[in-house]
């Protein structure tokens, strides 16, 4: 028995939405869908006219849904965006290489330039040079924190105003309780933020478009949309923890739909008070990234990889200083020996 | 026994993967009194096409939360879900969105 649209257009419906229990057809569905992403960039004033923005495109769903939602939208409503994609090449053999070219594909289909930087060009390594070095423990922080930095020197390269990520509703949700779990107060409190606060000098912003709507309407989107998308699993073992969290989210969102727009108003409601110290960010005095330490996560990890010592950014600061000295007095002794 | 409810089954976004990478599958559910459901299809499909880490596709007797369903490309939701009543030449597809960038 097909269910009528919730519009009262008189079509029959295809979908569920999970935010409001309305049932929609193909063409309503798609107009909700595009206006609350047309009414987050405006309510959030995400985009300035002129700016040249670039995608961060995994040619996964979500960057793959944002690429060509950012295309309709700057069209029917007239942005004045310059958009273009920017990849990030991690080095992972039968995943990035394969998903690489989905986003090619998205550049033919959008008429967007691509811009792929590789983890190798950039670090002198890529991820499975690290894994075979390291082994599949703690290599996702790696990867995370690689890229992250990837990102902001492609953009710093394109010469972009603003980066547009693809992270979705579920995605904000899964943060705030892995945030709430690991007692990190300072990303708790930025991590629902829509743009990320350009503290330092020349930090180029990351806006969130997608950042509440929902991972199903997304997948449903593409879908009927017959957008082409990547989706397989990373070879490496997956993010344990978020996965934790994310199964978690997905129990609470079968019994309550609504609760991954709850989290998210939790998250943003939440003020710390003025006399709680929070970590100070200023800039690595290596690289010149951001950082609440003297050197940047990054510039940590790498110096790890380079010394043999991979666990150097890996748990706390001080032990890592601690492998570090050893490490100088060891080669001093040795050089001391060699004379 | 005469000819069985055929019903066309589908995967995307990864689900595929653990039914032998194979996106289509053609199949004809044997018939008997009780009529086809969702559910019962679950547990036949865990039985006979499922071929790896069953836990990522069902969980209890229903799919893992995060695979989205669609009935001849309409949402589960809208239909009874488990309880929706299989028609012949009805398809079916499973989209996996647990899958990440």
Same mark, same amino acid.
């Given at each position: 028995m097909p269910v009528l649209c919730s519009s009262k257009c008189g079509k029959n419906a295809i979908l569920k939405r999970p935010k409001t229990g309305d049932a929609l057809c193909k063409d309503c569905f798609f107009w909700a869908f595009e206006t609350e992403v047309h009414s987050t960039i405006i309510s959030g004033n995400l985009f300035k006219r002129g700016d040249t923005v670039a995608v961060a495109a995994s040619g996964g769903k979500d960057s793959t849904v944002l690429a060509y939602v950012l295309k309709v939208l700057n069209e029917r409503h007239d942005y004045g965006l310059n958009l273009v994609l920017l990849s990030i090449? $991690? *080095? /992972? =053999? +039968?995943y990035r290489d394969d998903s690489l070219e989905t986003v090619k594909q998205n550049r033919d289909d959008y008429q967007m330039p691509l811009k792929i930087l590789s983890y190798e060009e950039l670090? *002198?390594? =890529?991820m499975d040079a690290i894994v075979a070095q390291i082994g599949r423990k703690n290599n996702c922080t790696f990867c995370g924190v690689f890229r992250r930095q990837a990102l902001d020197k492609g953009a710093t390269q394109l010469g972009v105003n603003c980066v547009a990520t693809g992270h979705n509703a579920d995605d904000l949700a899964e943060t705030v309780l892995m945030n709430i779990l690991r007692g990190d107060i300072a990303r708790l409190q930025r991590c629902t933020s829509i743009i990320t606060e350009s503290e330092t000098e020349g930090t180029i912003p990351r806006v969130k478009? #997608? %950042?509440? =709507?929902y991972e199903k309407e997304i997948v449903m989107y593409a879908y009927f949309k017959r957008l082409v998308y990547f989706s397989t699993e990373c070879?490496?073992?997956?993010n344990a923890y978020r996965g934790h969290a994310r199964a978690f989210l997905k129990d609470l969102e079968k019994i309550r739909p609504s609760v991954i727009m709850d989290i998210i108003h939790s998250g943003e409601s939440l003020q710390v008070k003025d006399n709680v110290k929070l970590p100070v960010r200023t800039q690595c &005095?290596?690289? *010149? &990234?951001? &950082? &609440?330490? $003297?050197?940047c996560k990054a510039c940590v990890l790498l110096e790890g990889l380079n010394r043999g010592l991979? %666990? #150097? +950014? /890996? *748990? %706390?600061s001080s032990l890592a200083n601690r492998a570090r000295d050893q490490q100088d007095a060891e080669k001093k002794e040795k050089v001391i020996c060699d004379f | 026994m005469t000819d069985g409810l055929q019903v066309t089954l589908e995967f995307g976004g990864g689900a595929e993967l653990l039914f032998g990478n194979i996106k289509k599958h053609e199949v004809t559910l044997p018939v008997d009194d009780t009529p086809w459901t969702i559910r019962s299809l679950l547990t036949w499909m865990k039985d006979n096409l499922l071929k790896e880490r069953p836990e990522l596709f069902i969980q209890g007797d229903t799919v893992r939360p995060g695979i989205l369903v669609l009935v001849n490309d309409a949402d589960w939701e809208l239909l009874g879900e488990l309880d929706y009543k299989i028609e012949s030449k009805d398809t079916i597809l499973f989209i996996s969105t647990l899958h990440g960038g």
């Open positions: 090449d $991690e *080095g /992972i =053999t +039968g670090f *002198g390594w =890529t478009p #997608l %950042k509440y =709507t070879v490496f073992a997956p &005095s290596r690289c *010149g &990234s951001v &950082s &609440s330490q $003297e050197l991979p %666990k #150097l +950014g /890996i *748990g %706390k | -």
